[in-house]
């Protein structure tokens, strides 16, 4: 290889590495610890495995009331994409409101059950209260009968009392649009037939 071409390539990293992801990088996605000091492990919370596949199991059956127990009342919630649930919420409840009040009414009872992925990647425990926990819809269909075959990947922030704090959920929107904007769309005309 030629020696400009060698250049342009280090060049091209460079530029890459150094000025475009960082500028294009979102600021609320780095994790910061609660505490104005690392030597500060005492109000650094901490957060197990255990303890957060307890939490989010609680979506499976599904609890909603006893998973939201362990939600602070000002949580920063953002559901990324650009779908009619994508948003950010900084209450519990307008984000229940926003989304699982919709929801609600587009599936069949018990609502979206969503179950942690087995294995080790199924929940990841990082510093600083955050976990990463992958999670994927079980037998939920809308009211018409299609299957809501949903994924989701949900990093979350636990405050120095075990709460969640800070939630981002990325999702596939064309299943939200597809499946839950269908049955929407089919109980909008069914409302005004």
């Not at 009414?105 to 990841?124: M, S």
Request: hydrophobic share 40%; aromatic share 10%; with cysteine.
């Amino acid at each position: 290889m030629e020696l400009h071409r060698v250049g342009f390539w280090v060049w091209l990293v460079f530029v890459r590495i150094f000025l475009i992801i960082p500028a294009i990088a979102p600021t609320d996605c780095l994790a910061t610890p609660l505490s104005t000091s690392l030597d500060n492990t005492a109000a650094t919370p901490k957060v197990t495995r255990a303890q957060v596949r307890s939490i989010v199991g609680l979506l499976y059956q599904p609890a909603y009331d006893e998973f939201f127990s362990h939600v602070r009342d000002d949580v920063k919630w953002t559901v990324t994409g650009k779908s009619f649930l994508s948003g950010i919420w900084t209450t519990k409840a307008s984000y229940r409101a926003a989304t699982f009040g919709k929801t609600g009414t587009l599936v069949k009872p018990p609502g979206i059950r969503a179950k942690i992925t087995p294995g080790e990647e199924g929940i990841i425990v990082g510093h600083h209260g955050w976990a990463t926990v992958d999670l994927v819809s079980v037998d939920t269909y809308t009211n018409s009968g299609v299957l809501y075959d949903q994924a989701y990947a949900w990093h979350m922030r636990f405050d120095e009392n075990g709460l969640i704090a800070e939630v981002k959920v990325w999702l596939d929107t064309e299943t939200i649009e597809k499946v839950l904007g269908g049955e929407a769309a089919l109980q909008n005309n069914t409302r005004s037939t």
